[in-house]
C-alpha cells in the first residue's frame, strides 16, 4: 500500500520561506508522477505544482511561479516543494499526491501540512 507522508508546514510570516517534503513508502516511487496541491479555508483543492518521473518536466500554478519550485529524489523516495517569498495567500493545507506515469487523477495522498502565513 502506497503511503505518503508530509513534513515542514508551520507558521511564518509573509515574505518568509518553508520547504516542505513528502516521503513515500510501499510503491515504486521513480514511476510516479507527483504533485503538491493546497486547499485553503472554504475554497477549492487547488494544484500547486507537479513534477515528472525523472524530474524533468514541472510545472507549475500562476500564483506560485517565480516563487516555489517542486523537486524530487528518487533515491530518497522523497517529494519536496521550496516555497520562497510566502504571502499570506498561500494560507493553506498542503498535500502531497502521486499518480501513475499515464493516469489523469491523483490516485494516493498524504494526509496534509498546515502553512500559515502572517502578514
Known amino acids: 500500500q502506497v503511503q505518503l507522508v508530509e513534513s515542514g508546514g508551520g507558521l511564518v510570516q509573509a515574505r518568509g520561506s518553508l520547504r516542505l517534503s513528502c516521503v513515500v513508502s510501499?510503491?515504486?516511487?521513480?514511476?510516479?508522477?507527483m504533485g503538491w496541491l493546497r486547499q485553503a479555508p472554504g475554497k477549492e483543492r487547488e494544484s500547486v505544482a507537479s513534477?515528472?518521473?525523472?524530474?524533468?518536466?514541472?510545472n507549475y500554478a500562476d500564483s506560485v511561479k517565480g516563487r516555489f519550485t517542486i523537486s524530487r529524489d528518487n533515491a530518497k523516495n522523497t517529494l519536496y516543494l521550496q516555497m520562497n517569498s510566502l504571502k499570506p495567500e498561500d494560507t493553506a493545507v498542503y498535500y502531497c499526491?502521486?499518480?501513475?506515469?499515464?493516469?489523469?487523477?491523483?490516485?494516493?495522498w498524504g494526509q496534509g501540512t498546515q502553512v500559515t502565513v502572517s502578514s
Open positions: 513534477i515528472g518521473w525523472d524530474g524533468g518536466s514541472t
Open positions: 510501499g510503491g515504486t516511487f521513480s514511476r510516479n508522477v
Open positions: 499526491a502521486a499518480r501513475g506515469l499515464l493516469a489523469l487523477d491523483w490516485a494516493y
